[in-house]
């Protein structure tokens, strides 16, 4: 059967594409360390797990308003003015299907056919293919390992145009874990405000921030910020539950509007019993800083085994999420089985046939002389994966 001709833009998900390969070694009996997963290794807390049965029980699984109950978007509220400042009304909320969809509805209804979306690069994966879908055109902003892969003014005026709508802005970053601090903040979205560019800020890594850093949520900088932002966030990262897909964006009251009014045809809502479930698991995040702990031990084991096995100096350091970036392009143009590594690519393979490790091409997230490499597993495996690279790397002539 024929399918849209527009739609062949939009490629499958990377990562997910080296899951998938991942899973077929596995099945044919390799040991193989995975370095690629984009979400906790932590189970979702029990008493999450205990209150979607209460919901269950209750038979609380019939349609719900499209925009999330009541009471979850009271409890988004309530979490934003806690631990972001913000002061939300529940009609400024939606509740969606993960950030993911939060961020892909935002661009609909914010993008008009061939308007242009600021993705600064390194991006997450899924930004560029989500501007496409939305029938906007995704516009890239460079940043440098130099400059901590932040973005700068200069950057932003040498991109923009008349036809830019949109910034996407993700703090902390996927994949550099690198973290913005208020005065940045308010110096891109000061910028932003003067160009007539909506801030979109995914802050779905929030909660996962280093000791002797803060985390300022983007709309937190001023009044006038506040009306120009569309902040995302959601509970896969922070509260374990990334198959939950409980998602949120909190925006002026005309964003949200037109964002239901998308939602209630393209989705309806996500399901009855685990939006009730949300509002009990936003209450409670006193586990996070136990996870937080052990991201950041494996995040500083991993750049001391880096420095030991792949000899790699230049590894910005994360602030917070649960990957490393590291510039790998020293290797680039040396060989091993008659192959030459000639980018990210070449790279990610000699590490999966050679290591037995896996680990995201940096082309994915639009650069290719990295690697990312994800600690959202045990330190054993951590330890296990660095030293097979190391010894795979002697190999390369
Ligand atoms: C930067 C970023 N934003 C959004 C998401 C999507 O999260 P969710 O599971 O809430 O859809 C991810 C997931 O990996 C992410 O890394």
Same mark, same amino acid.
């Given at each position: ?346 790279? %990610? !393979?000699? @590490?999966? *046939? ?7 091409? $940096?082309? /994915?997230?639009?650069?290719? +002389? ?5 600690? %959202? !597993?045990? @330190?054993? *495996? ?7 690279? $190391?010894? /795979?790397?002697?190999?390369? +002539?």
């Amino acid at each position: 059967m024929k399918t849209a001709k527009w739609l062949d833009c939009i490629v499958p998900s990377p990562t997910m594409a080296v899951n998938q390969k991942v899973i077929e070694l596995k099945s044919k009996g390799k040991k193989i360390v995975s370095l690629v997963v984009g979400e906790p290794d932590f189970e979702t807390p029990d008493f999450i797990k205990e209150a979607v049965a209460v919901a269950l029980k209750k038979n609380l699984t019939r349609y719900t308003e499209a925009q999330g109950i009541l009471s979850l978007r009271e409890a988004i509220c309530e979490k934003l003015k806690r631990d972001n400042g913000l002061h939300y009304d529940p009609s400024q909320i939606i509740v969606t299907c993960g950030a993911k969809q939060a961020i892909s509805a935002a661009l609909f209804v914010l993008v008009d056919s061939g308007e242009e979306v600021l993705v600064p690069s390194p991006y997450w994966v899924s930004y560029p293919d989500m501007v496409k879908l939305a029938r906007g055109i995704p516009v890239f902003v460079e940043t440098t390992a130099n400059n901590r892969y932040k973005l700068t003014i200069d950057d932003l005026e040498k991109v923009y145009t008349s036809k830019t709508r949109v910034l996407i802005l993700n703090n902390p970053s996927n994949p550099t874990g690198v973290l913005y601090n208020k005065e940045e903040l308010l110096k891109i979205s000061e910028w932003c405000l003067k160009k007539g560019v909506v801030v979109i800020s995914d802050e779905v890594y929030e909660k996962i921030v280093f000791s002797g850093r803060k985390f300022v949520s983007t709309a937190n900088c001023s009044e006038e910020i506040y009306n120009n932002t569309v902040t995302i966030n959601g509970l896969s990262k922070s509260h374990c539950m990334t198959g939950w897909r409980v998602g949120y964006a909190a925006a002026p009251k005309r964003v949200i509007a037109a964002m239901t009014n998308f939602q209630s045809h393209f989705l309806s809502h996500i399901a009855t019993f685990i939006q009730h479930a949300s509002v009990v698991a936003l209450k409670d995040d006193s586990f996070i800083p136990k996870m937080v702990v052990a991201y950041e031990e494996r995040v500083n084991t991993t750049l001391e085994l880096m420095k030991k096995h792949m000899s790699l100096s230049n590894c910005v350091v994360p602030d917070g999420a649960f990957y490393l970036f590291p510039t790998v392009n020293k290797y680039y143009g040396k060989t091993y089985n008659g192959k030459t590594i000639s980018g990210s690519i070449d790279m %990610a !393979t000699f @590490l999966l *046939e050679e290591a037995n490790v896996a680990v995201v091409p $940096g082309l /994915a997230f639009g650069m290719d +002389n990295n690697i990312r490499l994800s600690v %959202a !597993t045990s @330190l054993t *495996e951590i330890q296990d994966g660095l030293e097979k690279i $190391g010894q /795979a790397l002697i190999k390369l +002539n």
